[in-house]
């Protein structure tokens, strides 16, 4: 099965930082999906992303899948305290399976 | 702008018993996901539905799982005899296609006792 391994697992930093959060896979990913989740409520698409080299950016939000496809990572640039949340990466298999990664949570300190 | 829908928000259940969840998925959307979160853990997949039959579901997808689109709207989890274990959060999703961005629903907290 595909593994989506994330890390840091959880991240605090101080507002105004940048930081970033990594997503590695098993196996080379055809489809590498970024999601918010906020605590106890549901998931909000980020990006996507399908070709090696890919970079796509959403305000201070970055997301890069690597040439490989087996890696990627998501950059925010001056952090604030409304891009507190779990962020999840997901990607899936030829079968239809989708899966997702271990999650980071993210804490922005004003 | 459209979303998807869950009812209830919370259930609360005896082990045991049967419980259904009820999502509605945006209307134009073709497939439709149920995912399952147990607290603390990751967002794991449960099953994927197209064209009104299972597409793929994963090992979690036992016989005591079953889902269903009864009409043009709603899309429901059942569970035929709960167990501690099965208490998470449940999580709709729905897309237009079967690759891109998948919408999600804002989750039913369903808790076994």
């Known amino acids: 099965s595909q593994e989506l391994e994330q890390s840091p697992q959880s991240l605090i930093v101080q507002e105004g930082k940048n930081l970033t959060i990594n997503c590695t896979s098993s196996?080379?990913?055809?489809?590498l999906y970024w999601y918010k989740q906020k605590y106890g409520e549901g998931l909000i698409f980020l990006m996507m992303?399908?070709?090696?080299?890919e970079e796509k950016s959403h305000e201070k939000i970055t997301a890069k899948l690597d040439e490989k496809k087996q890696q990627s990572s998501l950059h925010i640039t001056a952090s604030q305290p409304s891009h507190a949340g779990i962020y999840l990466c997901?990607?899936?298999?030829?079968?239809?399976?989708?899966?997702f990664g271990t999650g980071t949570s993210l804490t922005v300190i004003p | 702008e459209p979303e998807v829908t869950q009812t209830p928000s919370h259930q609360v259940t005896q082990m045991g018993q049967e419980v259904i969840l009820r999502c509605v998925p945006i209307?134009?959307?073709?497939?439709f996901y149920w995912y399952r979160q147990i607290l603390g853990q990751k967002v794991e997949f449960l099953v994927s539905?197209?064209?009104?039959?299972?597409?793929?579901k994963s090992e979690i997808f036992d016989d005591q799982f079953s889902v269903e689109r009864p009409d043009g709207s709603n899309f429901t989890l059942k569970i035929r005899s709960t167990k501690l274990e099965d208490s998470a959060m449940y999580f709709c999703?729905?897309?237009?296609?079967?690759?891109?961005?998948?919408?999600f629903g804002p989750g039913t907290r369903l808790t076994v006792l």
């Open positions: 992303l399908q070709k090696g080299g």
């Open positions: 997901g990607a899936e298999n030829t079968g239809n399976q989708f899966y």
């Open positions: 196996k080379t990913l055809y489809g």
């Open positions: 539905f197209y064209n009104n039959e299972i597409s793929e």
């Open positions: 209307s134009n959307h073709l497939y």
């Open positions: 999703a729905s897309r237009l296609q079967g690759a891109g961005e998948q919408f």
